[in-house]
């Protein structure tokens, strides 16, 4: 989408990954990362104005309304946000619901059994194990009480979407992972004007993602006594190793 070439997409896996790292051991690659981002992006602009192409990018340069463009710095963040936002999160949804698939076998053999099933698998896989675990930052907009805490105007307040989606008074057994869950109104994609625009698509790829999966490793299980590295980062929550069979 984004006309990024194909020998490059490994670079804006290293750089996202930095990004989003929270560990210290990461500190020291991120000033150089960052940088090299930037001047990735900077050469990408410069060429792709000089020679248009069919791809977002290209769009985006050559968006214009009432006689204004978008200058470099929103074309930055624009970029990094359909990168990290639109890539990092789905690769979590993904990476999440299968293991949590793996950690409730029955519920992996019913999805075998019946490939109808993944859409809901999906969204339970939403609910039980958020790609996304903190909102971004709110500000109380006036004085309030919650839950015997107060909080007053202008304070920094982050929600924890994971949280949510495990309240006992929203959903039934909200601890077990339930593809069947009849009533499932997780908070994943945020709510109201805050809702991701890019739902529709995490949703279809990820249900592409776990259906090829399972049709071309029918047999895939998690191996013995393996267990899942989660990556370090404060905003998403994601795998960044699991060891699985396929045989």
């Known amino acids: 989408m984004l006309g990024v070439p194909t020998e490059d997409r490994d670079k804006f896996r290293k750089w996202s990954n930095t990004i989003l790292a929270s560990s210290d051991e990461?500190?020291?690659?991120?000033?150089?990362?960052?940088?090299?981002?930037?001047?990735?992006?900077?050469?990408?602009?410069?060429?792709?104005?000089?020679n248009p192409q069919d791809d977002l990018i290209s769009k985006l340069l050559q968006a214009e309304e009432e006689g204004e463009k978008l200058n470099r710095d929103e074309l930055y963040s624009m970029i990094v946000l359909l990168i990290i936002a639109g890539h990092e999160t789905t690769v979590n949804l993904i990476s999440n619901t299968v293991y949590a698939l793996f950690q409730n076998p029955s519920q992996l053999d019913l999805l075998k059994s019946d490939h109808s099933l993944v859409e809901p698998a999906i969204e339970e896989g939403l609910r039980y194990y958020s790609p996304v675990d903190f909102s971004t930052a709110r500000w109380a907009e006036k004085d309030m009480e919650f839950h015997g805490k107060t909080f007053r105007k202008g304070d920094f307040v982050l929600a924890s979407i994971s949280s949510a989606n495990r309240d006992e008074e929203q959903f039934l057994h909200a601890d077990l992972f339930?593809?069947?869950?009849?009533?499932?109104?997780?908070?994943?994609?945020?709510?109201?004007?805050?809702f991701c625009l890019g739902a529709p698509l995490a949703r279809l790829e990820g249900k592409i993602a776990i259906e090829k999966l399972l049709s071309a490793f029918p047999s895939?299980?998690?191996?013995?006594?393996?267990e899942p590295k989660w990556r370090e980062q404060f905003l998403l929550r994601g795998l960044e190793k699991l060891e699985i069979n396929i045989k």
């Open 26 to 50: 990461f500190q020291a690659e991120f000033t150089e990362d960052v940088g090299a981002f930037i001047d990735y992006l900077t050469y990408l602009f410069d060429e792709r104005r000089a």
């Open 178 to 194: 339930d593809i069947k869950r009849a009533q499932n109104a997780h908070v994943a994609f945020g709510f109201g004007i805050h």
């Open 220 to 226: 895939i299980t998690l191996s013995e006594g393996a």
